[in-house]
């Protein structure tokens, strides 16, 4: 079955970020326009390029906080015992970094999935259908494919969760290949960027058919109504500098939302504030929405609430929902100046008032790996 009825709805949510836990800390987070970089407590981080992050000191254990948004976005979707015994559940996540340490022969039998089956047992849901771990498009590609089972009606509704708590392994990682930034400030789009910072980002979604929702009095929040995923395996680490990949995941997107690029009322963007990431993203999005590059409002909140890594797509999808139904776009933080190879409209200064109709999130990873979704009102 194909149509209005198998519009993928998302009828619950729930996120921890750096600004605290829920959705509601998360705007309000957002809305001060206030970064949440602080200096890392987790551990010492005096032999690194820097020592801040976005971290929420009370969220140490990774799990427990899948747990709780997973079960809380359940919750807001209103699934009952047997909805959720239904609902499969996919997965990303970073792999716990003490199983990389561990003799070869004990690290095949820690697989990262038992983690995801063990939270699906927890929070009473089918079972664990997948686990993705391909760096900062894992959330994103997760969604895509619960879209598509549910669009394609080999299910009525997934659960999808992703997670990533700021570590030391990655954190010595990015510091070792000079991707952090120095200065302790994510600079996405802006002359005198110099680097990313990371954050902690925790999220899950329902999504099922509207006719799903319908059935049960399921109220939606948004409509993930178009995704696209495409590579250029241009470089190990840098996006091809025309932003092929990207362009063509972002083209995709469009034709399955059957939308025009004009119909696009912000682009929450990947945004690294690395100097290669955001010319090339700036290309892409100028390659495929045309002239109506120019009045697409764009930030990337990366700049706010830091890089979740394989919980990016995730937690930025929690942020277009939050555009979508307050009508208040999150700016570009700490914007130091124009960049001519980042020409965009960007948010800046203050969140900005709109009423955008349709967002568009993208995320980019290592390997030239590229996503976009757009995420509708209801």
Known sequence: MTGPDRDVVITGLDVVSAFGRGTDALRQGLATARAAFAPVGRFATDRYRTGVAAALPEATDLDEELRRVVTGACDQAGLSAAERAEAPLLLGRHADPAVARRPLSAQGKTAISDTAAHLAHGCGLRGAARTYTNACVAASTALSEAAVRIRGGREDRVVVSAGYLVDE??????????????????????????????????????????????????????????????????????????????????????????????DIGYVNAHGTGTPHNDAAETAALRRALGNAADTTPVSSTKSLHGHALEASG?????????????????????????????????????????????????NAAFGGANTALVVSAP
């Open 314 to 362: 995730m937690l930025e999808l929690a942020v277009s929902v939050l555009a979508l139904r307050h009508g208040e776009l999150p700016v570009n933080a700490g914007y130091a100046g124009p960049d001519d190879n980042c020409r965009l409209d960007l948010v800046l200064d203050e969140p900005r008032r709109a009423d955008p109709r349709h967002v568009l999130s993208l």
């Open 169 to 262: 392994d990655n954190f010595a990682l990015f510091s070792a290949g000079r991707a952090l930034a120095p200065d302790g400030v994510l600079r996405s789009f802006s002359a005198g960027r110099r680097g990313l910072l990371l954050g902690d980002g925790v999220a899950a979604v329902v999504l099922e058919s509207r006719a799903g929702a319908a059935a049960r009095g399921a109220h939606p929040l948004a409509v993930l109504s178009g995704w696209g995923l495409a590579g250029d395996a241009y470089h190990v680490c840098q996006p091809h500098p025309e932003g092929l990949g990207m362009a063509r995941a972002i083209g995709a997107a469009l034709a399955k939302a059957g939308l025009e690029p004009g």
